[in-house]
């Protein structure tokens, strides 16, 4: 299955891309996964996924949503500033 993964404002910054096509052998794959397979191909990232927010299809999903092939995740940085 394929899952483009879309980085959003330091995200980008971090891996050097907008965006990522996430390709495996199973056929399913929960943003948890997800996560654990873009931690790997983007070291930088480290512990700041923990704080993203996913967007599946225009709507936030939880770490054990199960992505379907072709889904695209966008993955949204906390928001900080004043």
Known sequence: MKVRAV????L???????E??????????SVEELV???????????S??????FVVNDTI??????LA???EAGLLPPVSGG
């Open 7 to 10: 980085f959003y404002g330091g």
């Open 12 to 18: 980008r910054q971090d891996t050097g891309v907008r």
């Open 20 to 29: 990522e096509l996430v390709e495996v052998a199973q056929d399913q794959l």
């Open 36 to 46: 654990a397979v873009l931690t790997m191909r983007f070291p930088a990232l480290g």
């Open 48 to 53: 700041r996924l923990r704080a993203v927010a």
């Open 61 to 66: 999903v939880g770490p054990g949503y199960i």
């Open 69 to 71: 092939d072709g889904d």
